[in-house]
């Protein structure tokens, strides 16, 4: 890393990154302040000494938007670059160590996008009780009768709920919807086959961790997931109709 250029390690964000670009860059703020934010509302602030960003050791596009606070100066390096410098800095243990590290944050923003009310303690429970998991296209997420631990918290790709041994599939779910998160509180199994439709990135969070987090409160994740799910059967239903019109 020493290497680096210091010139090419230093910007100014004023002119921010928004959700949605690619993200190969994890940046650590040197002085200032950056705003990290999505439609939600502000998920934190990053200051000297915070990263940002972290999406990009994940291989995922940018997940919220970065803003400085007036001006800010941070330090941008490569993912790539990163995970090297970990390897031969430490060994594997190190490197695996230090994206746990960040893992964690990129969960964190989306616990807190999606709970917006959460308080800190209750969103350290959650974390505590989440494991990240990455999904291939076209395997199954959970098959209906297996025991439900944990429900399934989407950060990227989507997941198709087909009744039971078929491939009728009866809602879309994408980030950031839940799923299996009634089925999980109620200590059931599942009751549906779900199926990754592409590769996808999935946080479960175990229910014990769900109930001491949100207490009764941890249902309506599942009711939100479901009111998506109807509005996009509707646009789904709808677009054939519209081209038919034209």
Same mark, same amino acid.
């Not at 969070?205 to 941890?218: E, F, I, T």
């Not at 677009?239 to 034209?246: F, G, K, L, M, V």
């Given at each position: 890393?020493?290497?680096?250029d210091?010139?090419?390690?230093?910007?100014?964000i004023?002119?921010?990154?928004e959700?949605?670009?690619?993200a190969d860059?994890?940046?650590?703020v040197?002085?200032?302040?950056?705003?990290v934010?999505?439609?939600?509302?502000?998920l934190?602030?990053?200051?000297?000494?915070?990263?940002?960003?972290?999406?990009a050791?994940?291989?995922?596009?940018?997940?919220?938007?970065?803003a400085?606070?007036?001006?800010?100066?941070v330090?941008?390096v490569?993912?790539?670059?990163?995970?090297?410098?970990?390897t031969?800095?430490?060994?594997?243990?190190?490197?695996?160590?230090?994206?746990?590290?960040?893992?964690?944050? &990129? /969960?964190?923003?989306?616990?807190?996008? @999606?709970?917006?009310? !959460? #308080?800190?303690? $209750?969103?350290e %429970?959650?974390?505590?009780?989440?494991?990240?998991?990455?999904?291939?296209?076209?395997?199954?997420?959970a098959?209906?009768?297996?025991?439900a631990?944990?429900?399934?918290?989407?950060?990227?790709?989507?997941?198709?709920?087909?009744?039971?041994?078929?491939?009728?599939?009866q809602?879309?779910?994408?980030?950031?919807?839940?799923?299996?998160?009634?089925?999980?509180?109620?200590?059931?199994?599942?009751?549906?086959?779900?199926?990754?439709?592409?590769?996808?990135? &999935? /946080?479960?969070?175990?229910?014990?961790? @769900?109930?001491?987090? !949100? #207490?009764?409160? $941890?249902s309506? %994740?599942?009711?939100?997931?479901l009111?998506?799910?109807?509005?996009?059967?509707?646009?789904h239903?709808s677009?054939?109709?519209?081209?038919?019109?034209?």
């Open positions: 890393l020493h290497r680096v210091r010139r090419q390690r230093q910007m100014c004023r002119d921010r990154y959700a949605g670009e690619d860059v994890l940046y650590v040197l002085r200032g302040r950056v705003q934010s999505t439609e939600a509302g502000v934190r602030w990053a200051e000297a000494g915070h990263t940002l960003g972290e999406e050791m994940l291989g995922l596009p940018r997940r919220a938007r970065a400085a606070d007036g001006e800010a100066e330090f941008g490569a993912a790539a670059l990163l995970d090297r410098a970990w031969r800095a430490g060994g594997r243990p190190v490197a695996a160590a230090e994206r746990r590290r960040l893992e964690r944050a &990129v /969960v964190s923003d989306l616990l807190r996008g @999606m709970l917006p009310d !959460l #308080g800190d303690e $209750a969103l %429970l959650l974390l505590d009780g989440a494991s990240l998991r990455s999904i291939a296209a076209d395997s199954f997420v098959r209906s009768g297996d025991p631990p944990a429900g399934a918290f989407i950060l990227d790709g989507v997941l198709h709920v087909r009744a039971e041994g078929t491939r009728e599939v809602r879309i779910a994408l980030s950031p919807d839940v799923v299996g998160v009634q089925e999980a509180l109620a200590g059931q199994p599942w009751t549906h086959d779900v199926v990754a439709a592409g590769p996808c990135q &999935v /946080v479960w969070v175990r229910a014990d961790a @769900m109930r001491s987090a !949100l #207490g009764s409160s $941890a309506i %994740l599942e009711a939100q997931t009111e998506r799910a109807q509005t996009l059967s509707l646009i239903i677009e054939p109709t519209r081209q038919a019109e034209i």
